[in-house]
Nanobody, 115 residues
């Protein structure tokens, strides 16, 4: 059974930092891109960042320069370092990976940025 399990969310003040982790089990995703999405209340799920198997990265314009995605293929894990957090970053953050036509999602971790 394939599972993606996120952790690291929480409540943080504006300007603060959080590091999200996503540990995959059940399949080896070292040859796949892995992504972070987020969904705020009343909004559609959006791509935040993705990283290829060769560690090339891509970011949404809204997080460029503040967020960093990385991976440890040996641990089947992807990370999202989030700095200079803003209230508009408040959302549930989801890890995603795909192999061929199969898509896998984590259960999500809540990030709340508020004073």
């Amino acid at each position: 059974q394939v599972q993606l399990v996120e952790s690291g969310g929480g409540l943080v003040q504006p300007g603060g930092s959080l590091r999200l982790s996503c540990v995959a089990s059940g399949r080896n995703f070292s040859g796949s891109s892995m992504d972070w999405f987020r969904q705020a209340p009343g909004k559609e799920r959006e791509l935040v960042a993705d990283i290829t198997s060769g560690s090339m990265t891509n970011y949404a314009d809204s997080v460029k320069g503040r967020f960093t995605i990385s991976r440890d293929s040996a641990k089947n894990t992807v990370y999202l370092q989030m700095n200079s957090l803003k209230p508009e970053d408040t959302a549930v953050y989801y890890c995603h990976a795909a192999i061929l036509w199969s898509h896998y999602w984590g259960q999500g971790t809540q990030v709340t940025v508020s004073s």
